[in-house]
């Protein structure tokens, strides 16, 4: 069974602040890391995602990818009230030539103070 | 921005009932999948859809479900006979071919079943 832990939260973090969430996987064929963000009763919504070791950033997000740990990170810089969401880790497996697809971590909810 | 339209947003129906939900996918994807999100709970991967076939299904999409793609535009999944534990919010989604395979999600459909 593949499976991707998240702590669930909830992530309080003064606005302004850096916040950081943490995602482990267990099928070590992985190959594609996803971050989505869901707002209460709302749709997952990409923010990102990674297929190589190390950091990719796309304005205040950082995505962070270690494959010998099976590990992938998010840091959200400079945190806004608007950024408070539960945050999903989806990790893709052994590609193949009719799609894939995504297993899911249970989230962790983020909250922004102001 | 291109998105993925579902309908209806919410369905109430009776156990026992056929139920159908409807997607369109974005014009120029090729890959068609059914997520669905138990209140509070993980998205569950249901199945995966290419080339009017499907491409690979979980065990949760057994004979009481099926998808089809009756045109060249609209994805359904119909629920034959719905049980209460087919209660969830059911997310339509779809992708271009490639290694990220970066899913755009439908905004929802939730389905209550009495």
């Known amino acids: 069974q593949k499976e991707v832990e998240q702590n669930s939260g909830p992530l309080s973090v003064p606005e302004g602040a850096i916040a950081s969430l943490n995602c482990t996987y267990s099928?070590?064929?992985?190959?594609?890391f996803f971050w989505y963000r869901q707002y209460s009763g709302k749709s997952p919504e990409l923010i990102m995602f990674i297929y190589s070791n190390g950091d990719k950033e796309d304005g205040r997000f950082t995505a962070q990818l270690n494959k010998a740990s099976q590990y992938v990170s998010l840091l959200i810089r400079d945190s806004q009230p608007s950024d408070s969401a539960t945050y999903l880790c989806a990790v893709n497996g052994e590609i193949k030539a009719a799609g894939n697809k995504l297993t899911f971590g249970g989230g962790t909810r983020v909250l922004v103070k102001p | 921005e291109p998105e993925v339209t579902q309908t209806p947003s919410h369905q109430v129906t009776q156990m026992g009932q056929e139920v159908i939900l409807r997607c369109v996918p974005i014009s120029n994807h090729l890959y068609f999948y059914w997520y669905r999100q138990i209140l509070g709970q993980k998205v569950e991967f249901l199945v995966s859809f290419y080339n009017n076939e499907i491409s690979e299904k979980s065990e949760i999409f057994d004979d009481q479900f099926s998808v089809e793609r009756p045109d060249g535009s609209n994805f359904t999944l119909k629920i034959r006979s719905t049980k209460l534990e087919d209660s969830a919010m059911y997310f339509c989604a779809s992708s271009l071919q490639g290694r990220a395979n970066v899913l755009t999600f439908g905004a929802g459909s939730r389905l209550t079943v009495l």
């Open positions: 099928d070590r064929g992985s190959q594609s």
